[in-house]
Every structure is written in C-alpha cells, then in structure tokens.
C-alpha cells in the first residue's frame, strides 16, 4: 500500500461517497436489509444511518483506515457493529448464516467480484436477500468502450474502482434471483451506469 492509499484515498472516499446523487439511493437499498446483516466494502460507514431493522451488522472491509473514519458513526448506532476485517473474497463467517448483505458502490472495487459474490451467495440463509446499488457496464456500446478506456485510470486513482463491470450479469451468473432491478444513467455523467437491485438466494 501506498502514501495516497493509505493517507489520501481513504478520505477522498469518504468526501466523494457523501455526494447527494449517491446518499439519495442509500435509505432505499439499506433500509429494507433486517435481522443479521453483512456489508460488504463498508467503506467510511455511510450507511449506517439508514438501517432500520439490524439485529447485528457485520461490517466488512479490508481498509482499516476507512473504519477508522467510519468509527463515529459506528458509536451512534443502537445495533451492534462488528468490523470484519477481511476480503469479500474469502468471508470469515459461516455458510448460511446471514440474513441480509448489502453491497454500494463496492463491486467495482474488488479485485475479484466473481469470487466475492460467491462468497456473499454461501453465507446467506435460504432465502436470505442481497441488496446493492453499484455502477457498472453501459448498455450503450460506444460508452461502454469509453468505460472500458478510462478504466486503468480509475482503478489507479480510485482505490480499483472498474467502470466496466456487467453488474447483473455477474450476479446472475452467482445463482442469485432477481428480485428487483432498476437500471439508469447517473445525471450527466456518462459514464455512471447504475444497477439497483435486490437478488435472492433460492437453495
Ligand atoms: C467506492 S468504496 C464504497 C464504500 C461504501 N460501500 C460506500 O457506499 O460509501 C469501495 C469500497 O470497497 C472496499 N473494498 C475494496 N476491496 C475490497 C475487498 N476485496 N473486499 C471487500 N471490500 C473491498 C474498499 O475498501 C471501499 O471501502
């Protein structure tokens, strides 16, 4: 890791992830997660004030610099917040135990989103639900081949951030069903293609 990994990039994110085009879908996805949760790239904690019905948050993110900024916010809420530390590839919990996980914004930053969702799909309960917002792949050709472009960069500055991930199609491909799934271009910025959704994990 470097200095602007370390120093910079962690509070980068948590300044850009507030931005209001961002917060406004986050009382969506995370207010309809319940009983035992699993967050997946918990970032700086942004989320946190949206849970409603949490009996315990598993929160789990490999930058202990972001649950440092996040630690505040962990101290307000009225559920248990327990850091996991680790890599959405390899989930330290066991098969079949959770009820809800909740992904934003943090597919495109793993290094191996395949393996990540398997991951996700092996710890929840049946029937256990995923929530996610997440940016990804243009449907539009010629976009997607800018997004395609403009990824090294991204990944470089934005802590591996892909622009051009088939979101659905990945979690497809992870045996979830989809329950829901709203598709949309962020206002003016082309490159922003969005996946909102829940999948349900069918054993
Ligand atoms: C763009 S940020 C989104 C943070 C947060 N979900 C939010 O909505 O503000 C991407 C997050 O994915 C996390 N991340 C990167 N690699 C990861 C991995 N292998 N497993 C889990 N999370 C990871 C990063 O540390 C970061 O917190």
């Known amino acids: 890791m470097n200095l602007y990994q370390k120093h910079i990039l962690p509070k980068l994110l948590n300044f850009t992830m507030q931005r209001s085009e961002m917060e406004k879908h986050r009382p969506d996805i995370v207010g309809q997660a319940s009983g035992v949760v699993l967050e ?6 942004l989320n946190l004030p949206y849970y409603k019905n949490v009996s315990k948050l598993y929160a789990l993110d490999p930058s202990r610099e972001l649950y440092d900024i ?25 098969s079949g135990t959770i009820d809800c996980v909740v992904s934003t914004w943090s597919l495109c930053s793993i ?7 398997g991951e996700i799909f092996r710890v929840l309960k049946s029937g256990g639900r995923f929530m996610f917002i997440e940016h990804g792949k243009s449907p539009i050709i010629f976009v997607g081949k800018i997004q395609k472009l403009f990824t090294p960069i991204s990944k470089c500055v934005a802590g591996g951030c892909h622009m051009d991930r088939d979101i659905e199609k990945m979690i497809k491909n992870a045996g979830f069903e989809i329950q829901k799934l709203e598709k949309f271009q962020q206002k003016f910025k082309p490159l922003a293609f969005m996946y909102k ?3 349900a994990v069918k054993k």
């Open 197 to 199: 959704g829940v999948a």
């Open 111 to 117: 290094p191996n989103p395949e393996i990540a969702l």
């Open 70 to 94: 996040a630690k505040d916010r962990v101290e307000k809420a009225l559920f248990t917040t327990e850091h996991l530390e680790a890599s959405a590839e390899n989930i330290p919990l066991a």
């Open 40 to 45: 997946v790239g918990f970032g700086s904690g």
